[in-house]
């Protein structure tokens, strides 16, 4: 594997530390492994982060960016509201699964960013509910029968926070066995139905 190029260094460290911390966990993970991972010197990593909650921080970042990325994408598109809507919440919904995983690594990364970015829950929680209110407006500018955007919005989110569980959180739910993407494919078929 070649070496990443000097702008490439810090998105090689977050992708590995982020590949690690799930696998073995925040804990089990050194910054030599980092380092290793992403093919640059140790020392490089010190270039760019102080220590391991630093890089912690980071990858919480990361993920808020990447969220905030496709949210951009997605409303961007010419695509009609409900399909701006399914998409969104599919593809929220591939992007949060390995960090949801009862696993140790995704319990101790989870503990991590609630300890060393504990902000950044709330920001990916604002930016999930005003997606969907934007959405929803449009489909309201559009003719569709979305009478209070705001609380619509808001029962979207509620019901479909359970397919985005924060790892190593109680996961009770009225139904058995986890809840899968054709669980949510299903959901956002009714809802569907209730928008046209």
């Known amino acids: 594997m070649s070496r990443p ?34 093919n640059v010197a140790v020392g490089t990593v010190y270039v760019y982060f102080r220590d391991k909650p630093e890089i912690v921080r980071r990858v919480a970042y990361a993920f808020a960016e990447h969220h905030h ?13 409900l399909e701006k809507l399914n ?19 995704s319990v101790e990364l989870a503990e991590a960013v609630l300890q060393h970015a504990p902000e950044t829950p709330a920001l990916a929680e604002a930016e999930f509910l005003s997606t969907i209110e934007r959405i929803l407006n449009e489909a309201r500018d559009g003719g ?29 739910r009225p139904v058995s066995g986890p809840l ?13 139905r209730k928008l046209t």
């Open 5 to 38: 190029r000097t702008g490439e260094k810090e998105k090689a460290l977050i992708e590995s530390a982020i590949h690690l911390f799930l696998e073995q966990g925040v804990k089990g993970t050194t910054i030599k492994q980092i380092a290793k991972q992403a």
């Open 69 to 81: 990325e496709f949210t951009q994408s997605i409303l961007q598109s010419r695509r009609k509201p």
């Open 87 to 105: 998409a969104y919440l599919l593809g929220f919904y591939d992007m949060w699964q390995p960090f949801g995983k009862n696993t140790q690594g």
């Open 144 to 172: 569709m029968s979305i009478e209070r955007p705001k609380e619509e919005a808001r029962w979207i989110v509620l019901s479909t926070l359970a397919f985005f569980p924060l790892a190593g959180t109680p996961n009770i």
């Open 180 to 192: 899968k993407r054709k669980d949510l494919e299903g959901l956002l078929h009714w809802i569907g």
